[in-house]
């Protein structure tokens, strides 16, 4: 059901769509080796986990804005995925933000600062004062 | 009067003044739909980081224990996939619905390829213990946080699989509509919509897979 029109009559910016896809593509692929290849490094002080979502980050902007088009439209929806971003950012933060600052007695069994898990004859799985 | 009626658009529903502004209108429910899917992650992904901040250890411990390659390969497949969606939305802008057909079948391909992988994955897990709760068996990675480390592993991948099974419906189900004409060049928002869904699937995996699998 094609219609010849529409597929003999290129538009102007038609052929650099697909191109754009393809090197999204491409770069998204490259992404995913860079971050794999660097998780096997094994980053240390905890930095690790910053550069995978710093790399998952940049995937997904791609992804949203050319695969999803959001680049070349208009406000409204940009605005949706962006409140939406922001409040995945305050339920995750919030919520670790309170892990992180609490009495650490009044964390689960086994976590670190908090009591054994199992008793206290168990030795606890964290040398007191080491961090992570 | 009539002569507008004779140009309006048949898809034109009559409480939209035009076919732009009801895409316009479709985009924008779309989208506010996907930021509900997000959040409905995101509640899943909060819980993930309370426990990897708790469990550290032993989540970097129990990651080193599942298969990284099936989440490598899985991740090209999808993010491949993501590419014939978008080659089969370019297909529908040039009224070549035969195209849209052919690239989403393609992508209904790479999602069963996902599935098999996952299968493949969800089986050596069931066959080694590895799973949520009280019926955690594996024995080498142990302590608190193990078998939560599963439980957050099941439910993350498991909703995303589920994700995966609708898009594949979606996508089968709007392809199968382009290859048999029912959009144009003017109208084909709803390949746009699946389209969408299914990159939304595809952002969350790019989450998922540094977040499970390389820790």
């Not at chain 1, 791609?62 to 339920?91: E, K, P, T």
């Not at chain 2, 959009?183 to 897979?209: Q, T």
Request: aromatic content about 14%; cysteine-free; charged content about 10%.
């Amino acid at each position: 059901m094609a219609d010849p029109h529409a597929t003999t009559h290129d538009a102007p910016g038609g052929h650099s769509h697909v191109g754009r896809y393809a090197l999204v593509w491409v770069a998204l692929l490259f992404f995913t080796f860079l971050t794999y290849g660097l998780s096997r490094l094994h980053i240390a002080g905890g930095w690790g986990v910053v550069v995978a979502l710093a790399i998952a980050s940049a995937k997904g902007t791609l992804v949203a804005l050319f695969f999803m088009h959001l680049w070349d439209q208009r406000g409204a929806n940009r605005l949706v995925f962006l409140i939406s971003l922001s409040f995945v950012a305050l339920l995750v933060g919030l919520t670790i933000l309170d892990n992180a600052t609490r009495f650490p007695l009044a964390n689960p069994p086994g976590a670190e600062g908090a009591l054994p898990a199992g008793g206290a004859d168990v030795p606890p799985p964290f040398q007191p004062g080491e961090r992570r | 009067m009539s002569a507008e009626a004779a140009r309006a658009h048949p898809r034109l529903a009559h409480h939209f003044e035009s076919l732009e502004k009801q895409v316009h209108a479709a985009r924008l429910g779309m989208w506010l739909f996907l930021a509900t899917e997000v959040l409905l992650f995101t509640a899943l992904f909060a819980a993930y980081a309370v426990y990897r901040y708790l469990f550290h250890e032993t989540f970097a411990e129990a990651s080193r224990h599942i298969e990284t390659w099936i989440g490598l390969v899985n991740t090209i497949v999808l993010v491949t996939s993501s590419l014939t969606v978008a080659l089969g939305l370019h297909r529908a802008t040039r009224g070549d619905g035969k195209g849209t057909a052919l690239f989403f079948g393609l992508s209904v391909l790479l999602a069963l390829t996902f599935l098999g992988f996952k299968a493949i994955e969800y089986t050596h897990h069931f066959q080694e213990g590895q799973l949520p709760g009280r019926f955690y068996t594996y024995g080498e990675v142990t302590g608190p946080g193990a078998s939560l480390f599963f439980t957050l592993y099941f439910l993350i991948t498991g909703l995303h699989g589920i994700h995966v099974v609708i898009g594949m419906t979606v996508l089968i189900v709007v392809g199968i509509r382009a290859g048999r004409g029912a959009f144009s060049a003017e109208y084909h928002v709803p390949v746009e919509l699946a389209g969408l869904y299914w990159h939304l699937v595809d952002l969350i995996w790019i989450f998922v897979f540094p977040l499970i699998y390389l820790i």
